[in-house]
């Protein structure tokens, strides 16, 4: 949420942070919690205050360093992912010397490649949806027989011409990344960064001052140390590989596990899905996890559930087999982890600096994405908040804002969409129908399972499912979830409803579009639940009442 403040001498604040290794207060954090009455603007100008304070009344305890008067640049990047690039870039527009630098390129990251872009463009949602795009094709070709089409042979996938043509894609990409910062005025700089001090980078033995320096070096992919790790992939592999699995075990029931699912089985390979738990997609809404797993098996995946692989070993026919606590799983010719990811913030010298990081590595920030040392700041996947592309270009937009336009923003995370590329694909915004009842009591759940008029004739066994939590008291729609085709393309239509705070009633109002799946938001008319937590009101009826309590 932008948040001006009007005092000019704030531009001057953040210009003039001083080079002092001090951890931020702890009652900056509580001190937001404890303030719910006072205005925002009031909040911001409260923190930026004290946040000079403090930096002042160390520069005073310090150990007399001189405090330089004059650095390479405003701001020094680590890493030219979406957060890096969206700050640097909207930095550089707002007056700021930039530089960011950035590992050599490659497709498979590690300490020591990634390359401009980072892993939306090069390793995860750009090329996982060519992906997706090209393993769709099979169902689409089975769906297509019952509106007559006939081939004469079955359709061949060529793997190698896939990969190739998503390869120089991602080249072209890269590229044009590139040219955003050089156009922008921003010193590419290739290699490794390390902090060195709080205004010093070295990146591979040169060293650059900046006024600000900001982390956002991501995560990678990783592989639990089980006896055969060594032969499993991870989604970086998995997006390059040279020839495709015929038999792969995906471990994971997250949505990276279920996207690559999705992928292999559409490009007819045999896929196992190995899960901890009892479902997929934990934190999703139940009804969602429930009907996206059904929906996969009718597509031929199979769902290992509560099964845990211990152990991988390969044979003399160099197949692979997964031992899990179940039983043993043979023939397979891919085996690939999709259990996590981890920030990349080992040997970047956080701690010898001062930042602060939780357990497994992320960096902790405060609201306005700045680190326990003044004059370093984090965003996107290495503060682990919410993992998505666009969550880091939010952080990344609204830190340029703070630093270089006097316009101390937080980043707003109410109502943000997302979408998990599975087959059928999902859509989802707010909150689902089990964090609605927490967080609100009372709600009222409308749902819709329906066939889609496309497999009508298809013949094929697709269902849609559609679903709006409201809020009993107001009528507003807190969470909006969605499982069949073009989920992620319609739910971000409707995402601006919902982040608006519309109500039922608003949704009624809008005349559909006929004929499409999407119409059924709103012409939703009977709430299929109606949770109470509060005693039933005087006026409810017998059916309410037994609606109320779920029967
Ligand atoms: C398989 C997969 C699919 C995904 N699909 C989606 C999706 O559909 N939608 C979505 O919203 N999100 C998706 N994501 C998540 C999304 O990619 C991330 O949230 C996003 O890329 C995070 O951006 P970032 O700037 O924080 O980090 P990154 O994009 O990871 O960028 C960090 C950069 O820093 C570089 N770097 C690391 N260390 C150093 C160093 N020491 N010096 C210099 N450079 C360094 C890296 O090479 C990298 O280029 C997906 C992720 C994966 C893995």
């Known amino acids: ?80 992912g979406s957060g890096g690039v969206r700050a640097s870039r909207f930095a550089a527009n707002f007056g700021a010397s930039v530089a960011i630098c950035e590992l050599p390129f490659s497709t ?93 980078v070295d990146v591979d033995g040169k060293l650059y001052s900046a006024r600000h320096i900001l982390i956002s070096v991501g995560g990678r992919p990783f592989i639990p140390d089980i006896p055969g790790s060594e032969y499993a992939i991870d989604s970086d592999a998995a997006l390059d590989l040279p020839s495709k699995p015929e038999k792969i075990a995906i471990v994971g029931g997250g949505y990276i596990a279920l996207e690559f699912a999705g992928i292999f089985s559409g490009l007819t390979s045999e896929v196992h899905v190995f899960i901890r738990q009892k479902k997929v997609l934990r934190g999703f809404d139940e009804d969602i996890r429930d009907f996206v797993a059904e929906q996969m098996s009718l597509r031929g995946i199979e769902f290992h559930t509560e099964e845990s692989p211990q152990a991988i070993l390969k044979s003399t026919d160099g197949s692979l087999s997964v031992k899990t606590n179940k039983g043993t799983v043979d023939g397979f010719s891919h085996v690939m982890f999709a259990t996590g990811r981890r920030p990349n913030t080992k040997n970047l010298g956080l701690e010898k600096v001062g930042v602060k990081m939780t357990k497994n590595g992320a960096i902790e920030v405060d609201e306005y994405s700045g680190t326990a040392v003044p004059s370093i700041w984090a965003v996107g996947d290495v503060t682990d908040r919410i993992n998505l592309t666009p969550v880091a270009l939010m952080e990344g937009g609204a830190l340029a804002k703070t630093l270089f336009q006097a316009e101390p923003t937080k980043p707003d995370y109410s109502a943000v969409p997302s979408a998990v590329f599975s087959q059928p694909p999902i859509g989802q915004v707010g909150l689902s129908e089990e964090q609605a009842i927490q967080e609100y009591g009372d709600i009222d759940v409308f749902t819709a399972n329906f066939r889609p008029l496309k497999a009508t004739l298809s013949g094929l066994p697709d269902r849609i499912f559609m679903k709006l939590v409201l809020c009993a008291k107001t009528n507003k729609v807190l969470g909006l979830h969605m499982c069949g085709e073009d989920a992620p393309e319609i739910v971000q239509g409707f995402a601006v409803a919902v982040k608006a705070g519309l109500t039922k009633a608003d949704f009624d109002a809008t005349v559909g579009v006929h004929p499409t799946a999407a119409e059924e938001f709103v012409t939703l008319r009977t709430p299929t639940r109606k949770i109470r937590k509060s005693p039933p009101s005087e006026g409810m009826t017998g059916p309410e009442v037994k609606a109320a309590a779920g029967v």
Request: aromatic fraction near 10%; hydrophobic fraction near 35%; glycine fraction near 8%.
């Open 108 to 200: 498979i990251s590690s300490e020591t490649t990634g390359g401009v872009g980072g892993t939306c463009v090069l390793r995860g949602c750009v090329p996982k949806k060519l992906l997706v795009y090209a393993s769709k094709f099979s169902h689409e070709f089975d769906e297509s027989n019952g509106f007559g089409w006939k081939y004469g042979t079955e359709p061949q996938h060529d793997w190698s011409t896939l990969i190739a043509n998503k390869n120089a894609e991602l080249q072209r990409l890269t590229g044009i990344y590139k040219n955003i910062l050089i156009n922008a005025g921003i010193t590419l700089i290739e290699g490794r960064g390390k902090i060195v001090d709080p205004h010093t």
């Open 1 to 80: 949420m932008a948040t001006s403040v009007t005092t000019p001498k704030l531009t001057t604040t953040f210009y003039n942070r001083l080079p002092i290794t001090v951890p931020l207060s702890s009652h900056f954090l509580s001190l937001q919690n404890t303030l719910t009455p006072f205005s925002h603007n009031c909040f911001s100008l409260l923190y930026f205050q004290c946040r000079r304070r403090h930096v002042a009344a160390r520069a005073k305890s310090d150990n007399g360093a001189e405090l330089p008067s004059h650095y390479d640049f405003d701001l020094f990047t680590i890493g030219a």
